[in-house]
T-cell receptor, first 113, second 112 residues
Framework: GENVEQHPSTLSVQEGDSAVIKCTYSDSASNYFPWYKQELGKRPQLIIDIRSNVGEKKDQRIAVTLNKTAKHFSLHITETQPEDSAVYFCAASGAGGGNKLTFGTGTQLKVEL | DGGITQSPKYLFRKEGQNVTLSCEQNLNHDAMYWYRQDPGQGLRLIYYSQIVNDFQKGDIAEGYSVSREKKESFPLTVTSAQKNPTAFYLC???????????FGQGTRLTVV
């Protein structure tokens, strides 16, 4: 089945700096890669996703890049703000492994003033 | 108000007792999932269902059971066979398996 690895597990940045979170996946048949944000005590919510026919996708301060050859994808947050502090999860799904969403272990992002 | 609802938010049970967690959605989604969240381990898939009357084991199905008799409902039973049941349980649904998943607010189960 699919295996998703996520790094780093914790990330601390200064307000205004950029943050990058990286994930690798094992199943080359995976074709859908969402990113979720989970604030303390709340449910995970989708912030951006990308499909394998696209190399990059951007939504305001958030961008995701995908390298199918290397089987890795990354979340980029620019001009970080305190409200960006949360746990971020990457995930992958596709034709392999029954299409089920497999999540990474999460990254605790802390944006310091 | 549309969405996915889990109940209760907090649940306490004695060791050796089975307990059922509720998950209901009114989004008309075909796919539903149960995840377990433990600190530092991300979201681990327990069971998932692509369509009513069908479900498959996820990565950590041992000690759990589910049913999908109605499209809107996907209850999870934590049995006494689950060795470490204390955790935060999240239910999710999506149009199909390869689209955005919407999560419920979670149930925190504590077994004493």
């Amino acid at each position: 089945g699919e295996n998703v690895e996520q790094h780093p597990s914790t990330l601390s940045v200064q307000e205004g700096d950029s943050a990058v979170i990286k994930c690798t996946y094992s199943d080359s048949a995976s074709n859908y890669f969402p990113w979720y944000k989970q604030e303390l005590g709340k449910r995970p919510q989708l912030i951006i996703d990308i499909r394998s026919n696209v190399g990059e996708k951007k939504d305001q301060r958030i961008a995701v890049t995908l390298n199918k050859t290397a089987k890795h994808f990354s979340l980029h947050i620019t001009e970080t703000q305190p409200e960006d502090s949360a746990v971020y999860f990457c995930a992958a799904s596709g034709a392999g492994g029954g299409n089920k969403l497999t999540f990474g272990t999460g990254t605790q992002l802390k944006v310091e003033l | 108000d549309g969405g996915i609802t889990q109940s209760p938010k907090y649940l306490f049970r004695k060791e050796g007792q089975n307990v059922t967690l509720s998950c209901e959605q009114n989004l008309n989604h075909d796919a539903m999932y149960w995840y377990r969240q433990d600190p530092g381990q991300g979201l681990r898939l327990i069971y998932y269902s692509q369509i009513v009357n069908d479900f498959q084991k996820g990565d950590i199905a041992e000690g759990y059971s589910v049913s999908r008799e109605k499209k809107e409902s996907f209850p999870l039973t934590v049995t006494s066979a689950q060795k470490n049941p204390t955790a935060f349980y999240l239910c999710a649904s999506s149009i199909n398996l390869n689209t955005e998943a919407f999560f419920g607010q979670g149930t925190r189960l504590t077994v004493v």
